[in-house]
């Protein structure tokens, strides 16, 4: 019997990662408006609070933002002065996450940016260094978005990657899915390359973490 299972992932959520009244309003309200159900789920949700707490990070990026859900996670674990940067590619999503910052009371924090991430990239790293990347946006992008932060995080700074596990594809080999490919290819990269210290965070769909250890 695998030990982490649907029982211990209620137990987990129940125990952790509580929400209250405003996170669990934002979750159920995302597909009522029409979004797509495909948020981070609450114990990946307080994981990256933990991490961006845990990490001191003050400057935060998110790239894709939904409804805003993981977005309000992130910035509560932000001190006071801090701040995220989360990138959108719909106006329709987009403009869902602003009413939800907007009821989370963290308006202060968070800025949006509404586009393609890749072009707005370009621009955000006159913005740098980062201490905190979130990647949850289209998973071919993957291995790009890992360039784009390799070269944006402070020395220290951190990665997470969602769906580590691409719901299961990850283990097929024989599944050549251009999503599946992408993110094994960030995965493999922050494995095994000598820059990053790195982990896998194994609830929900999977959520890989890396240090890059560089040089101050
Ligand atoms: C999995 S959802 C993000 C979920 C969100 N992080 C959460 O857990 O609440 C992916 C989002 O990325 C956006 N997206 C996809 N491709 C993008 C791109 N190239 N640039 C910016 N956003 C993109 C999608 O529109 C979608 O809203």
Redesign the pocket.
């Known amino acids: 019997m695998p030990i982490y299972n649907e029982a211990i992932e209620n137990y987990v959520r129940k125990t952790f990662a509580v929400e209250d009244e405003i996170l669990s309003t934002i979750r159920s309200e995302i597909p009522r408006r029409g979004l797509p159900e ?3 789920r609450p114990e990946e949700g307080r994981f990256l609070q933990f991490l961006v707490a845990a990490s001191g990070a003050r400057l935060a990026l ?10 309000v996670w992130i910035a509560r674990g932000l001190p006071t002065g801090g701040k995220l940067i989360t ?4 106006e329709e ?1 987009a403009a869902v996450a602003a009413d939800h910052f907007e009821m989370a009371g963290v308006t202060d924090k968070v800025e949006m940016r509404v586009g ?3 072009e707005l990239l370009q621009d955000l790293a006159y913005e740098g260094p980062f201490d905190f990347v979130f990647i ?3 998973k071919e ?1 993957y291995p790009a978005y890992l360039d784009w932060a390799e070269t944006n995080l402070r020395p220290r700074g951190m990665i997470a990657g ?1 769906n580590a596990f691409v719901h299961g594809a990850i283990v097929d080999s024989a599944d050549r899915d251009p999503r599946a490919v992408a993110v094994r290819r960030f995965n493999e990269r922050l494995a095994d390359d000598e820059r990053f210290i790195s982990v896998v965070f194994p609830a929900g769909d999977g959520t890989a973490v890396a240090v890059l250890r560089k040089a101050a």
Not at 62 to 71: D, H, N
């Open positions: 495909i948020t981070v998110e790239i894709g933002t939904l409804g805003g859900y993981s977005g990138l959108e590619l719909s999503h393609d991430a890749h949850d946006a289209e992008g969602h």
